[in-house]
């Protein structure tokens, strides 16, 4: 929830730039810029960056790009993305409990197939979100009815299962507005997967739990999550099957992936050749559903430690070394494309931002239609040069920024 509505963005840079405890000249120096240009944007004299430069202040600030960015125009409106027409019906399921065991729930075979056909729906689609928008509230509401129905090792599985539900949902809910729904839904997979006592069901629900950590700021907090899980699992990954295997590794990336966002470099690529390390020991061709970790998505995830280490060149470099169309999952190429454009925007090559933003939306216009880093490129471009505003604009209307 936002808690200062009212402010412009230079003020609200100011309360958490104070926050903080730094001065205007120590922020200027993390991000490459003098005092008096933070003083500008505290006092609204320049209008606020763009979104390179929002990153940085962020990571210097240690805050979310949300939070400073806010609720201030309809600018900041476009670039937080619309909400989609299912989340009420998926907000209304995961609000509501069961509360007596009377109706005979479905048998936890049949739960668990039309949870793998969700996955599998999930990473097929195009319209992905849409699609688990008319799956979840049924799967929602029957995982929860069967965790409170079942008893003994039936209801464990029953919670390892609703664990997995909600961390599907949890997929659904990212970018949405509706960051007090997302925050229930991961500690509720938590609680589930502890109660389960099946590690990958753990495994599972912590790795969705380190990214809500990670994408509100507190980096500290999910670094810590994911490392506790590890040492928690690490005993049994000498003789782990392939699934446990891959959310082992997965957890390793999201370390990865939380130390790059915080600037830590060595340690973001250690956990990056560590991530590596467990790819290499899974099956060829095996892809794990719910992180989408295997082998072929390593150097996707190197893309994205370069980005968010701001490392624009080598995450080029990086994107050129592996083929995006051997990705199986189609959100999770847009996504990856997604990075790849960030990566070209960071070095300042228009052209290439906007042909990959296009692969992606070609990809799944569902994954850029409410990714806030897409948008803010794509509503940047529009005003840029001659040789990319047409596809920018282009692009813009497909995603409905404009009209």
Request: glycine share 6%; net charge neutral; hydrophobic share 45%.
């Amino acid at each position: 929830m936002n808690s200062m509505p009212e402010l412009s963005f230079g003020q609200r840079l100011k309360v958490y730039r104070e926050r903080s405890g730094k001065t205007r000249a120590v922020l200027g120096g993390l991000v490459g810029r003098s005092a008096e240009w933070v003083k500008a944007v505290e006092t609204d004299r320049i209008l606020p960056p763009r979104v390179h430069m929002l990153d940085r202040i962020a990571r210097a600030l240690k805050v979310d790009v949300s939070a400073l960015v806010g609720e201030l125009s309809d600018r900041s409106a476009a670039v937080n993305g619309p909400e989609h027409p299912a989340l009420a019906s998926v907000r209304d399921a995961v609000n509501r409990f069961p509360l007596s065991g009377d109706l005979p729930p479905d048998s936890l075979g049949r739960l668990r197939d039309r949870l793998s056909a969700a996955w599998r729906a999930r990473h097929q689609a195009s319209d992905h979100r849409t699609v688990l928008g008319a799956l979840l509230p049924d799967l929602v509401r029957d995982a929860q009815a069967a965790a409170l129905t079942y008893e003994g090792a039936d209801r464990r599985r029953a919670q390892a299962l609703l664990a997995e539900v909600l961390g599907l949902a949890q997929m659904f809910l990212a970018y949405q507005p509706a960051a007090e729904l997302l925050w229930r839904v991961a500690d509720r997979a938590m609680v589930a997967a502890q109660e389960s006592g099946d590690p990958e069901a753990l495994a599972g629900a912590g790795w969705f739990l380190c990214q809500v950590h990670r994408d509100a700021g507190d980096w500290d907090t999910a670094i810590a999550v994911t490392l506790d899980i590890l040492s928690t699992l690490e005993a049994r990954t000498a003789d782990a099957n392939a699934n446990l295997l891959a959310l082992w590794g997965a957890l390793h990336f999201e370390a990865a992936y939380t130390a790059a966002r915080a600037g830590e470099e060595g340690r973001a690529w250690r956990y990056w050749d560590r991530a590596d390390e467990v790819a290499q020991r899974l099956p060829q061709g095996f892809y794990q559903p719910q992180t989408s970790f295997s082998r072929v998505v390593m150097g996707a995830h190197a893309v994205t430690v370069a980005v968010e280490l701001q490392k624009s060149g080598e995450a080029v470099r990086q994107a050129r070394r592996h083929e995006a169309a051997a990705i199986p999952s189609r959100p999770r190429r847009a996504r990856h494309l997604i990075e790849v454009a960030r990566a070209h925007y960071g070095k300042d090559d228009k052209e290439a931002a906007v042909a990959t933003l296009r692969q992606a939306y070609e990809s799944a216009p569902e994954t850029i239609r409410f990714n806030g880093y897409a948008r803010q490129i794509t509503l940047d471009l529009i005003d840029g040069p001659r040789a990319t505003r047409d596809g920018a604009r282009d692009l813009a209307l497909k995603v409905g920024l404009i009209s």
